[in-house]
């Protein structure tokens, strides 16, 4: 089984503060990695992916990728209370059959408060 | 079309009755994924098909799931003689190619067994 793991939270952060979310991963072979945001009773919305070693920034939200030692963060600054969601990592990779299927953790809860 | 939609977005069933849940891929989409997620849980890969062909139906949890894609748009998931614990959302995801293409998800279909 390959693995994709996430604190389950909740994360309770205050509004303005970063928020600091973190997946480890177990197959070595997968390539690409992704942040879904997920609000209750809705489907996961896609905030970042990355591909390559290092940092990937797309407005107040970070992606920083570390292959060598498995894990994938997602930095969000000046956190607002409309980010209180639960965030799904996804990886895939090449795979015989399921053509790159997700595999997901399952999700960190974050609270953002006011 | 705008996004992958989904119908029915709730479904109510009694145990031992079959239904069928529908997703429309983004226009052009080769590959399409279905996923099931229960509460609480990240999303889990059920089957993927490139255009009309089923490449991978590993993650269906028993001969009761079935999916087609007959025409490589349009794909049904059928689950017969529900049972209680196949209560879930079924999420569809498309890509354009698949591979580490982003994949786009419907709004879901919230199943519940009685």
């Known amino acids: 089984q390959k693995e994709v793991e996430q604190n389950s939270g909740p994360l309770s952060v205050p509004e303005g503060a970063i928020a600091s979310l973190n997946c480890t991963y177990s197959?070595?072979?997968?390539?690409?990695f992704f942040w879904y945001r997920q609000y209750s009773g809705k489907s996961p919305e896609l905030i970042m992916f990355?591909?390559?070693?290092g940092d990937k920034e797309d407005g107040r939200f970070t992606a920083q990728l570390n292959k060598a030692s498995q894990y994938v963060s997602l930095l969000i600054r000046d956190s607002q209370p409309s980010d209180s969601a639960t965030y799904l990592c996804?990886?895939?990779?090449?795979?015989?059959?399921?053509?790159?299927?997700?595999?997901f953790g399952k999700g960190t809860s974050l609270l953002v408060t006011p | 079309g705008a996004g992958v939609s989904q119908s029915p977005r709730y479904k109510v069933a009694k145990r031992g009755q079959d239904v069928a849940l529908r997703c429309d891929p983004i226009s052009g989409h080769v590959s399409l994924f279905w996923y099931q997620q229960a509460l609480g849980q990240g999303p889990e890969f059920l089957t993927y098909?490139?255009?009309?062909?089923?490449?991978?139906k590993s993650g269906l949890p028993s001969d009761r799931f079935f999916a087609e894609r007959p025409e490589g748009s349009v794909s049904t998931l059928k689950i017969q003689r529900t049972q209680q614990e196949d209560s879930a959302v079924y999420l569809c995801?498309?890509?354009?190619?698949?591979?580490?293409?982003?994949?786009?998800f419907g709004p879901g279909t919230r199943l519940t067994v009685l």
């Open positions: 098909f490139q255009n009309e062909a089923q490449l991978d």
């Open positions: 990355i591909y390559s070693n």
């Open positions: 197959d070595r072979g997968s390539q690409s």
């Open positions: 995801a498309s890509t354009l190619q698949g591979g580490t293409d982003t994949q786009y």
């Open positions: 996804a990886v895939n990779g090449p795979n015989s059959n399921s053509g790159y299927a997700l595999n």
